[in-house]
């Protein structure tokens, strides 16, 4: 079964086409700059050589029709057009309706625009990159995949915050989640590497990337994380300042005469490693810094492994008596050997050690990092959030195939 995978933001569209026969990525690629002056594509079929064009791309629609004859074109194509069986759509926000994939129907679109309050930034785009490639293909199914399905799982005592309850029933304000596909994916990978039934894992997977989240699995299932009504909470990230007393916020616009807009903008796009840094949001030129002497990058660093050390300690709390594995994953997770240590220094107390041989040696691979004596195995497994959305979607397609529902 070939799945074409859509993930719309604002102006951009990231796609990839998957062979799930092979488990092999076919090409991948982004339009980026969608409505302004100058559109970027950028594409990059199986084996075949990178493309990046410039040229003015005015909507969703038009970036479709691109993408089409990109993957499906005589010059560049990898398929045919009959070829591609499924579209997986990415939503940010299923709100506390959405605990699976689903086939995207009237239904379903009604509860995406019902939390478009809840994520202003994702779900508008996404659901406006599906309306085009519906309109481009409209005879195979279109499944949506919510980031917050995994966490659907989540008890209500973890998931709520302490408030009156009538601000969760009427408004949904409580913990949802994200990083979905990604903690779903570290978990099935950790359940399969250490030979168990994935429905027994208790684990704390932490996803550090430009986002940053980790998640507590219990018994293969989400049962507390990180992040929560929206996506700046729990750890400090590239440019978001993670979790932060409420006065603060109460002080900047009481005292400092600044705008909830002004306040958001310095806690979403000016603070986490690129705040105390002051060098960048990325983690690599945070390392460079600091090797080189620059305090404020070193405090950056200290400060963003505390906060991933205190919330690993805190989640782990979760999973009563056995916690079978920590995991990181995606870019630095997967990457920085550094990081890695410097966040597992603290960790000793929960058991955990590294082998300091083996941790260097794992970058951007699956592998066990900690040492023999350690009573928490350490593992890095390589985020693939595209593969875990396509396998979601090719168990509704077929399950719809087998109920007659795709034709
Ligand atoms: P996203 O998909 O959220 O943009 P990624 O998962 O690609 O993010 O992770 C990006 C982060 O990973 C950046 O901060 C980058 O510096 C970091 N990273 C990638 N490789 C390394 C490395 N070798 N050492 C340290 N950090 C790395």
Not at 153 to 162: D, F, G, K, S, V
Not at 249 to 275: D, H, V
Not at 282 to 309: C, Q, Y
Not at 324 to 345: H, K, M, Q, W, Y
């Amino acid at each position: 079964m070939n799945i074409l995978i859509i993930n719309s933001g604002s102006s951009s569209l990231k796609f990839q086409c998957l062979d799930m026969d092979s488990k092999t990525t076919k090409c991948k690629g982004q339009i980026e700059r969608i409505g302004l002056e100058t559109g970027l594509i950028t594409y990059k079929p199986g084996s075949g050589d990178a493309l990046r064009k410039e040229e003015k791309i005015t909507d969703h629609g038009a970036a479709m029709a691109i993408v089409l004859d990109l993957i499906t074109g005589e010059e560049h194509g990898v398929l045919g057009y009959s070829d591609i069986e499924a579209v997986t759509h990415r939503f940010v926000h299923g709100g506390d309706k959405i605990s699976k994939a689903e086939p995207i129907t009237e239904d379903l679109i009604r509860i995406i625009k019902d939390n478009f309050d809840l994520a202003p930034l994702h779900n508008p785009p996404a659901l406006k990159g599906f309306l085009a490639a519906k309109e481009h293909m409209p005879h195979i199914p279109h499944i949506g995949i919510f980031d917050t399905a995994f966490h659907s799982t989540i008890p209500p005592e973890n998931y709520l915050y302490a408030i009156p309850g009538i601000y969760n029933e009427k408004y949904q304000i409580r913990k949802f989640g994200f990083h979905g596909a990604s903690h779903k994916w570290a978990a099935l990978k950790t359940a399969e590497y250490l030979g168990m039934p994935h429905e027994e894992l208790n684990s704390v997977s932490i996803h550090i990337g430009g986002g940053v989240s980790a998640a507590a699995i219990r018994g293969g299932k989400s049962i507390d994380t990180s992040v929560g009504f929206g996506t700046n909470a729990g750890m400090s990230m590239g440019t978001r300042s993670g979790d932060l007393d409420t006065d603060v916020i109460f002080f900047m616009q009481e005292n400092l005469g600044m705008t909830i807009p002004e306040i958001r903008e310095l806690l979403y796009r000016k603070s986490g490693l690129l705040g105390l840094s002051e060098v960048s949001s990325d983690m690599r030129d945070v390392i460079a810094a600091a090797r080189e002497g620059n305090k404020k990058a070193a405090l950056a660093i200290g400060n963003f492994s505390h906060l991933a050390r205190r919330y690993i300690a805190a989640l782990s709390t979760n999973l009563e008596d056995r916690m079978d594995a920590l995991v990181f994953t995606a870019g630095i997770g997967e990457n920085s050997p550094f990081i890695r240590e410097e966040i597992c220094r603290g960790l000793g107390i929960l058991g955990i050690r590294l082998d300091n041989d083996k941790n260097k040696a794992v970058k951007g691979e699956t592998g066990v990092i900690s040492s023999g004596d350690s009573s928490v195995k350490v593992l890095v497994i390589p985020t693939n959030e595209e593969m875990m959305m396509a396998i979601e979607t090719r168990d509704v397609v077929l399950a719809m195939n087998n109920t007659g529902e795709a034709k």
